[in-house]
């Protein structure tokens, strides 16, 4: 499942100045590029690729980092759409199931798990209620079907006994319980590594990827891109731009009308919730269609969420949830554990603005099917959808945008191309679940760029820390990590917990430091 790359697809402080070097060059001889793209989110980063491995000439820009905005704030949650068809969107809800299994069987199975999803049969889900929950898997598992997974891959849903039950979550209320439905869907091991894997596929195939780079003035041709690091300023002209900015898509496309709303989650630590290994769905009271998930991760933490609620004004870079998004949460999940949670079992908490179009109604009930469109001045938009949709949406728009620009170029080969780190893959566990094949090559590089022993390499950086100084170094040499903040927050994601955030501080200052006297 691996794949040969035209370059390297190594991302770095050094290539990222000579990139930025080279778009002077290219400004100042009055040549121009056949795509930029706007915003290095997981769709930006999808179109970054589509359009490479199409053999387009492609520049993509983020004025933060890689998976800066809503995509490192999502549920990793990789879905087969269940709840669209439940809306009546069956378009969507197939869209969803078939991009689900490209991912889990062919883009980046080393980075998508399959993860049980529990729905406990207790007092608060009544027969009616319990009926509805399995004729949705059911109707989940013809997802599935429609969309050519193997059943290896996705088990069939089913129902199991009260004992069963208990000993496959005992958290949860034994009292009244009558048994479990069981489903099954994908889980990410990390969405920010996802984009990660995607902008560096994106690199293999020729694409200049640049963040901390803003895009100023923008048209349907042109734009100017000051280097957040330095202020630095250079000319771009396109052939066509796409904007892929997310929920701030309307600052690159002025009028354009969206409508965001904010998912809140809690982080806790995996005792909070003990024993648990599968996603403990607990229905939202008066609702038929809404749950609270208790989402267990590799690293020992459990994330419980989501809410959804509209937002007005201003867009923050960082989102936070409400004390009263906060409390909704710990309420539904707590009517189904036997050991409720309370504010001092969090650890920490996120959130994220989904950018959906502006429509009336609540935003829960908004279309999640994404949009492609295309401004007077000729910038092609592309907004809505969700990550697991990443690809069809960065087709969708790849294929407008050079209809529009009337660029020749190839078909769409992102749904058979692997990404960075697909395939057979051997060394330490926890490398491997992380970055598949190149988990040999991350220690191998880690002992010789210090001079350490293996075992070194793959400590702790901090007691209760789990992340090692080896992928610390290997965010900073290949993923185009270039401030502490890149590293702790969207390679490794320790900001989810700033305790451990802050004891790893100085390993990643350490590890910056090295990379830097590599080049």
């Known amino acids: 499942m691996s794949q040969s790359f035209q370059g390297s697809t190594q991302l770095n402080a050094s290539r990222r100045n000579r990139d930025l070097a080279g778009l002077r060059t290219h400004g100042a001889a009055g040549k121009e590029i056949d795509v930029l793209v706007v915003g290095l989110g997981v769709t930006g980063a999808g179109v ?39 809306k009546g969107q069956v378009g969507v809800a197939h869209e969803s199931a078939v991009e689900r299994g490209i991912l889990m069987t062919t883009t980046a199975p080393h980075l998508v798990r399959t993860l049980t999803t529990y729905v406990p049969l207790g007092p608060g889900m009544s027969k009616p209620q319990a009926a509805l929950a399995r004729t949705g898997f059911l109707l989940g598992d013809a997802l599935r079907l429609g969309a050519r997974t193997p059943r290896s891959v996705l088990p069939r849903p089913r129902r199991i006994r009260r004992e069963k039950a208990l000993s496959l979550c005992p958290a949860v209320k ?14 990410l091991v990390d969405d920010a590594r996802l984009v990660t894997a995607i902008v560096r596929t994106a690199a293999g195939h020729g694409a200049t990827i640049l963040n901390h780079t803003k ?8 734009a100017t891109l000051r280097d957040e690091l330095t202020g630095e300023e250079y000319a771009v002209r396109a052939r066509v731009v796409i904007n892929a900015a997310g929920v701030w898509a309307g600052h690159v496309v002025p009028g354009l009308r969206l409508k965001p709303s904010r998912g809140t989650h809690l982080v806790l630590r995996g005792e909070s919730i003990p024993g648990l290994t599968v996603a403990i769905t607990a229905p939202v009271p008066g609702e038929s269609n809404r749950f609270v998930f208790a989402l267990p991760q590799a690293d020992g933490l459990v994330y419980v969420g989501l809410t959804d609620e509209e937002v007005d004004g201003d867009i923050p870079d960082v989102p936070q949830g409400s004390d009263t998004e906060i409390e909704f949460l710990l309420d539904v999940i ?17 959130a994220g603005l989904r950018p959906l179009l502006e429509a009336d109604g609540h935003t829960a009930d908004l279309s ?29 728009a790849v294929d407008a945008a050079v209809k529009h620009a009337g660029i020749s170029a190839g078909p769409c080969v992102t749904a058979t191309l692997p990404l960075v780190g697909a395939g057979a893959a051997g060394g330490p566990e926890r490398l491997v679940r992380r970055y598949g094949s190149e988990a040999e090559e991350i220690v191998a590089e880690a002992v010789a760029l210090t001079g350490h ?22 965010g900073a040499t290949h993923e185009g990590a270039v401030t502490v903040d890149d590293l702790l927050d969207r390679r490794t994601r320790l900001g989810l917990v700033p305790v451990d955030r802050a004891a790893a501080e100085k390993a990643a200052e350490t590890a910056l430091g090295y990379a830097v006297g590599s080049r």
């Open 48 to 86: 970054a690729l589509d359009a490479a491995s199409r053999g387009l000439s492609v520049v993509a820009v983020d004025a933060h980092d890689f998976a800066f905005g809503t995509s490192r704030w999502s549920s990793k949650l990789v879905h087969g759409g269940l709840r669209y068809l439940a």
């Open 174 to 187: 034994p009292d009244g319980l009558r048994g479990a439905l069981l489903g099954y869907d994908g889980q």
């Open 215 to 222: 895009a100023l003035d923008v048209t349907g041709t042109s």
């Open 334 to 350: 707590n009517r189904v554990l036997a050991k409720p949670v309370s504010r001092a079992d969090i650890v920490g908490t996120y």
């Open 368 to 396: 999640r099917k994404h949009a492609v469109l295309t401004s007077e001045t000729g910038v092609v938009t592309v907004v809505g959808g969700k990550l697991t949709t990443y690809r069809r949406m960065a087709e969708d």
């Open 453 to 474: 022993s293996e075992e070194t390499v793959l400590a702790p950086v901090a007691p209760g820390v789990p992340i090692t100084l080896a992928e610390l170094l290997w």
